[in-house]
């Protein structure tokens, strides 16, 4: 299976598929309209987000930068074959993974999630249009079975199932990570107000949605809760009303210690993971002491938001882009191309 698919046609096609998501394409439309009757969580307007992020992530010169990262690694080798089990708790947010593994030359492997059953595999046979030398290389399976190598994304308990199964093969192995705002009381309104779609984006369902905020000591959060007015609506949405009502619930009915604004509930606590609709917090006194907890803690987040320059290899994000990555913003900072190359 040595097709003529080079580099360069590979990257071309993936501009072109980019193009396409930013044109807009009336089949596309279609299957967003009727994703929630499979998924829920899946409103019209948080998958055309992340169709959108996927057509602004692909633009030519972006591209081009990504690719020289590793294009000295390319050898003219035989595809390997990469099973890929995606997660579906936002939409199409496996899609990086079949990027990475077709554009390196590979053959992917597909299991899809139950949960976001049709919009990858309609973005991907635009793909195949585009380029028909990717015909063979995507395939959709219900079982991994004679693979190379394995991306698994799951949560803590699905990852000792995964090592036990993949684990004599190369594989990368993704668990449950979450992702953190370190604020100074210097951000503006339209800084928080960003924060804002760290925190409510995609009803914070995906591993880099902000959970957990890092606040100075006596912070006052009357500003925080003005600023992220502007997505009360989301309390509209049955789902997440439904957590929101039942965390706030046990709240009162233990008397727990809580802020709350009509859509989300603020708590101390030291964790990392809060539970939907709730976003936990924890003052700090020192920003260096900070930092070194964080770099202490890095194996379970997966972005730091803030305005200032912590020191946190491949983590830090400005506030209002954790859920807009580029090509080289890799999971859990594990180098994917190194690693399929």
């Given at each position: 299976m040595k097709e003529n698919l080079t580099l360069e046609k590979r990257l071309?096609?993936?501009?072109?598929?980019?193009?396409?998501?930013?044109?807009?394409?009336?089949?596309?439309?279609?299957?967003?309209l009727?994703?929630?009757?499979?998924?829920?969580?899946?409103?019209?307007?948080?998958?055309?987000?992340?169709?959108?992020?996927?057509?602004?992530?692909?633009?030519?010169?972006?591209?081009?930068?990504?690719?020289?990262?590793?294009?000295?690694l390319i050898t003219d080798q035989e595809p390997k074959k990469i099973g890929l089990i995606l997660a579906g708790n936002i939409p199409l947010v496996g899609f990086h993974d079949v990027l990475a593994v077709l554009v390196a030359?590979?053959?992917?492997?597909?299991?899809?999630?139950?949960?976001?059953p049709k919009l990858l595999p309609y973005t991907l046979s635009k793909l195949i249009e585009l380029e028909p030398?990717?015909?063979?290389?995507?395939?959709?399976?219900?079982?991994?079975?004679?693979?190379?190598?394995?991306?698994?994304t799951g949560s803590n308990n699905s990852a000792r199932y995964f090592e036990y199964y993949f684990g004599k093969v190369p594989h990368i192995i993704r668990k449950n990570r979450?992702?953190?705002?370190?604020?100074?009381?210097?951000?503006?309104?339209?800084?928080?107000?960003?924060?804002?779609?760290?925190?409510?984006?995609?009803?914070?369902?995906?591993?880099?949605?902000?959970?957990?905020?890092?606040?100075?000591?006596?912070?006052?959060?009357?500003?925080?809760?003005?600023?992220?007015?502007p997505y009360q609506s989301i309390a509209q949405h049955h789902k997440y009303l439904n957590n929101y009502d039942y965390n706030k619930s046990i709240y009162l009915v233990n008397g727990d210690q809580h802020l709350d604004n009509g859509f989300?509930?603020?708590?101390?606590?030291?964790?990392?993971?809060?539970?939907?609709?709730?976003?936990?917090?924890?003052?700090?006194?020192?920003?260096?002491?900070?930092?070194?907890?964080?770099?202490?803690?890095?194996?379970?987040?997966?972005?730091?938001?803030?305005?200032?320059?912590?020191?946190?290899p491949n983590q830090l994000v400005q506030l209002g882009c954790t859920q807009k990555p580029q090509l080289w913003d890799y999971a859990d900072g594990i180098d994917l191309m190194q690693f399929l190359l």
């Open positions: 071309d096609a993936f501009a072109k598929l980019g193009a396409w998501i930013r044109d807009g394409d009336p089949g596309m439309e279609d299957l967003i009727g994703s929630e009757n499979y998924n829920g969580w899946f409103t019209p307007a948080n998958s055309r987000k992340a169709l959108w992020n996927i057509g602004e992530m692909l633009q030519p010169s972006a591209l081009n930068s990504w690719s020289k990262q590793w294009e000295d030359g590979h053959q992917a492997l597909i299991k899809l999630s139950s949960q976001d030398g990717f015909g063979n290389r995507i395939n959709y399976v219900d079982r991994l079975e004679n693979f190379d190598a394995v991306i698994a979450n992702s953190v705002a370190v604020l100074t009381d210097k951000e503006s309104n339209k800084e928080l107000e960003a924060l804002g779609a760290d925190i409510f984006d995609y009803f914070g369902l995906g591993c880099r949605n902000v959970s957990k905020l890092f606040v100075p000591k006596g912070y006052g959060f009357d500003r925080f809760f003005q600023a992220i007015e989300l509930l603020l708590k101390p606590d030291e964790k990392l993971a809060s539970p939907l609709a709730v976003v936990y917090y924890e003052e700090y006194e020192d920003l260096q002491e900070l930092n070194a907890k964080l770099l202490q803690d890095s194996a379970a987040i997966q972005c730091v938001a803030s305005t200032e320059q912590l020191d946190i």
